[in-house]
T-cell receptor, first 118, second 113 residues
Framework: GAGVSQSPRYKVAKRGQDVALRCDPI?????LFWYQQALGQGPEFLTY????????KSGLPSDRFFAERPEGSVSTLKIQRTQQEDSAVYLC????????????????FGPGTRLTVT | DQQVKQNSPSLSVQEGRISILNCDYT??????FLWYKKYPAEGPTFLIS?????DKNEDGRFTVFLNKSAKHLSLHIVPSQPGDSAVYFC????????????FGKGTKLSVKP
């Protein structure tokens, strides 16, 4: 079956441009996570959705970052006025279940979008 | 400060031998630990996990050991195969969280034929 897909796979943006990154989770997966992975680092949590509700956005680095999942399936991560420090791979993951034990359910990751801000 | 630490950036092992990847953590609220494997240009793939109520979990060639008193876990791969060459991430989930994972920086494993 289809896994998690992300588009575009690569994005080059000039400093100050807005970008939108798309994630298509596995069909029926309730939980959706966004992570940011800088070069040489592990993924870092950005935000979490349970269906269409954004329950945790504590990892978003600034108010230039905005995420939505309006119908509880596809999600978009938007970055306004991109800066060089936003250059990273943005990973989306989905999980079948939700709740306090969400961490105990396997998260399936997409291939990521590599964002380069010049 | 890093809550999940993988202190070895790289590890090289001969095919057929054991690979041991280590991970330390600082947050006593972590109650679930996972290992992910990542190939270049792909997303991380789940490998194996362990709950904090256990000290060992085994799946084929992969075994994860958890030492809660030392806040340490390790992943053993026996026997190692060239296809195991990848970056391995240790991750943890905290009790009461929504399930977001805290990752280490990863260890690049190279298995030489």
């Amino acid at each position: 079956g289809a896994g998690v897909s992300q588009s575009p796979r690569y994005k080059v943006a000039k400093r100050g441009q807005d970008v939108a990154l798309r994630c298509d989770p596995i069909s029926g997966h309730v939980s959706l996570f966004w992570y940011q992975q800088a070069l040489g680092q592990g993924p870092e949590f950005l935000t979490y959705f349970q269906n269409e509700a954004q329950l945790d956005k504590s990892g978003l680095p600034s108010d230039r970052f905005f995420a939505e999942r309006p119908e509880g399936s596809v999600s978009t991560l938007k970055i306004q006025r991109t800066q060089q420090e936003d250059s990273a791979v943005y990973l989306c993951a989905s999980s079948l279940r939700a709740g306090l034990r969400t961490g105990q359910y396997e998260q399936y990751f997409g291939p990521g979008t590599r964002l380069t801000v010049t | 400060d890093q809550q999940v630490k993988q202190n070895s950036p790289s590890l090289s092992v001969q095919e057929g031998r054991i690979s041991i990847l280590n991970c330390d953590y600082t947050n006593s609220m972590f109650d679930y630990f996972l290992w992910y494997k990542k190939y270049p240009a792909e997303g991380p793939t789940f490998l194996i996990s362990i709950s904090s109520i256990k000290d060992k979990n085994e799946d084929g060639r992969f075994t994860v050991f958890l030492n809660k008193s030392a806040k340490h876990l390790s992943l053993h791969i026996v026997p190692s195969q060239p296809g195991d060459s990848a970056v391995y991430f240790c991750a943890a989930s905290a009790r009461g969280s929504q399930g977001n994972l805290i990752f280490g920086k990863g260890t690049k494993l190279s298995v030489k034929p």
